[in-house]
């Protein structure tokens, strides 16, 4: 059975940290690809399989608020949504947790265009919009 | 005199592209940062003189839309002007073009909090708001 | 009890690939880091604590031979180990394996310098020295 | 006329620094590419389109010796020169200096395999060593 949401743990790595000694802003990006990526292959079907079979997901939107700083070491959970599919895009939501205390660090999201592997849109619906739309039915 | 709009040319790294053979989308928040501190650069004082005399800029929210891929070596124009400012925070507005051919590529800005080198956010001003303030009066 | 072997896994990234389609060759330096922290936690104190009782760990030194490629979602075993240890620099050696195979990756080490938090060298031993010689003997 | 040597200017950006308040070592492998890029560049011929006509230079082995730190917006000269050729792989030896002093800050090199697009080895010689050949002639 599917699972709508996707909580994926991992840390804050030395070289994700900068000079003010915090999480530097534009790592939160690779957070969230990991919780995509895990939401996918919590699903039953990995990102690098839909890849491979031919669907890409280029981002075309990406936004993030930064609520409360993190730091090296500092276990985060970092939950994954869908908030919006259609035929022709997908917008996957993320929020980022401090582990120990439950309290948010960030919230933002990535809106995604569905491309064949030529970069080329898929305009009327394709093999992964299919499975993600079943999921949320 | 004061520079209103700064360019600052550059080009894209190997480590950079992904799998999909472009410019991966997290690496654009540094293309921003890039342009942001040539920015306080080219109008006489840099943002590490800023931070040493006690005046930081955490980024409180990020947001970017990619419109055309951007591959290896190529050159990219980072333009970036100041979009929004208050006593309390910043707005840096960034667009990035292809330089060969003045194409845009992505547009997006980054929101700041002024704080003190202990993360305290200065609510009643400081040098680095006058600053930017006096540049377009 | 002390552990002087320390397995930490891990996924390659999608932001970790580049045109080649493989993970790019400096993200191996992070895993490395990885392993580095991973292996003070495990042993009981966290790497993140002696920087803040004032003991830095500086790279002087990095190597790494890559033996096979790594692609976006691979499981990965980062294996990290002291492999020298002076008054004034320790040597963390690093293997790589695929964790489906148990096939090395990459393997490599890093040099650090002992410093205080001004970055001055500790010349006559150190409590994280001392930590560490206690592990091997 | 070929260039023997090649020095490509950059600056210490804020997300390549950490918490230690200097750049981050992994970052190093990124400037050694970027001067590596520029080597062939400046020699006639962009990496770029030596990938396009089916050539790769995978790295197998990555070594540096940090010798000075480098804090944020500091400038750098990337000095690159091809330091050992066979029919099979080329090292590219590395130096980066402070662009202000002259001091050398680290110095290292990358060794790389000579691949088809399909990650095969070349074994008979290529193109691109043919090329790097005759520039030491």
């Known amino acids: ?26 790592h939160y990006l690779n957070w969230f690809e990991m919780g ?16 491979s079979e031919g ?15 993190l730091y090296y070491e500092d276990e985060i959970d970092i939950e ?3 908030t919006k599919l259609t035929k022709v895009s997908v917008v996957f939501s993320n929020r980022i947790f ?4 439950g309290r948010i660090a960030a919230e933002g999201y990535t809106k995604h265009a569905f491309t064949s592997a030529d970069g080329k849109l898929l ?8 499975w993600l ?5």
């Open 98 to 101: 401090h582990a120990d205390t």
């Open 80 to 82: 994954t949504t869908v």
């Open 1 to 26: 059975m599917s699972e709508a949401k996707c909580i994926t743990r991992t840390r804050v790595r030395y070289g994700e940290t900068d000079k003010m000694g915090v999480a530097y802003h534009a």
């Open 133 to 137: 739309s079943n999921m949320f039915m």
């Open 36 to 51: 995509r990526s895990d939401f996918c292959r919590a699903n039953g079907k990995s990102f690098a399989i839909w890849e």
């Open 55 to 69: 669907v890409l997901l280029p981002v075309v939107e990406a936004h993030c608020r930064y609520k409360s700083p």
């Open 123 to 130: 305009r009327d619906g394709n093999p992964l919009y299919e």
